[in-house]
């Protein structure tokens, strides 16, 4: 448990710095947009990069990357087709709420969350490497499409996902990974130092953006919010359980390591994605603080559980 709460209580204290800068004023107003974009077209890709190029392969081709990839599908296009279908939310608003509903904090919470409670931070490799090299770029794709004005060739709405910073460092990154080859260390070094301000930027951003925010979960988004917020930390989950104890009949350290991580809440770069493309940012906004906010009996829940 203790895990739990340390990742949590690294997560709000530098959100409630933000919240401070934000209602002092001390960064404009503009400071929202400002430094999520910096995280998205600087500090990300630099993470992102470093991340990808280290990561250990084998250690993502496991079971447990089967799990999830169903039970975060799953949720995800349950979202889209409650969001198409009944709300008539656009294409960008639903992505939005896709990634809200199941793309989960593997890094800031999931990390110290696997090493106390599962033993082992390697359990959050699948899902972090998912995440980043296929979930981002897909939902990076259609963003980019369904939000770019204006008449364009189909060469252009073909090739412009691929300009995306995000998508370009994790090529990167998987390029390097897989030839064994890591730039030098005059390289890697600057890379390494803009990618440690990508958390606390985006972290720090979303605490402003809490400044004067109504009371979240309610007004036109509402009902996008509470289904968002169920889908990722309850039927997630359970989607997980289910697929690695019944379906795949897996170990119960695998089920367990499944279980735990879909149920870590949404991370909050949903939120610079958000703001970045211009949709769905109250949604996501309302759906990071709430879903952290239930992942904590959650989570506990699992720990003492599973002892």
């Known amino acids: 448990?203790?895990?739990?709460?340390?990742?949590?209580a690294v997560i709000a204290t530098v959100i409630a710095v933000g919240y401070v800068l934000g209602r002092r004023g001390l960064l404009g107003p503009e400071a929202t947009t400002v430094l999520s974009r910096v995280s998205f077209f600087v500090a990300?890709?630099?993470?992102?990069?470093?991340?990808?190029?280290?990561?250990?392969v084998r250690a993502v081709i496991?079971?447990?990357?089967?799990?999830?990839?169903?039970?975060?599908?799953?949720?995800a296009a349950l979202f889209v087709v409650v969001a198409r279908l009944c709300w008539r939310r656009s294409v960008a608003e639903a992505t939005i709420g896709a990634l809200a509903s199941s793309y989960v904090n593997a890094a800031n919470i999931g990390i110290p969350i696997a090493v106390y409670v599962l033993g082992d931070s390697s359990f959050v490799v699948p899902v972090l490497m998912f995440q980043l090299v296929v979930m981002a770029p897909l939902a990076f794709a259609v963003l980019e499409i369904t939000t770019t004005r204006g008449s364009r060739r189909l060469i252009t709405v073909v090739t412009q996902p691929l300009t995306n910073p995000v998508t370009i460092s994790c090529g990167l990154g998987l390029a390097v990974n897989l030839t064994g080859w890591l730039p030098p260390e005059p390289v890697l070094k600057p890379i390494e130092l803009v990618a440690a301000m990508a958390v606390p930027a985006a972290l720090?951003?979303?605490?402003i953006s809490l400044r004067g925010a109504s009371a979240p979960?309610?007004?036109?988004?509402?009902?996008?919010?509470?289904?968002?917020?169920?889908?990722?930390?309850?039927?997630?989950?359970?989607?997980?359980?289910?697929?690695?104890r019944f379906v795949l009949g897996l170990p119960h350290p695998i089920v367990l390591a499944g279980t735990v991580t879909a149920a870590l809440p949404t991370a909050q770069n949903v939120f610079v994605y958000a703001v970045r493309y211009g949709r769905g940012a109250v949604l996501a906004r309302d759906t990071v603080l709430l879903s952290t906010v239930a992942a904590v009996p959650v989570l506990l829940g699992v720990a003492v559980l599973a002892g």
């Open 1 to 8: 448990m203790r895990g739990v709460l340390t990742g949590f």
């Open 217 to 244: 979960g309610s007004g036109d988004t509402g009902p996008d919010v509470r289904l968002a917020v169920f889908l990722k930390t309850v039927a997630q989950p359970v989607v997980a359980y289910v697929v690695a």
């Open 62 to 75: 496991t079971s447990a990357l089967v799990v999830t990839v169903i039970s975060t599908t799953a949720v």
């Open 44 to 56: 990300t890709p630099a993470l992102l990069f470093e991340t990808v190029a280290r990561a250990d």
């Open 204 to 207: 720090i951003a979303y605490g």
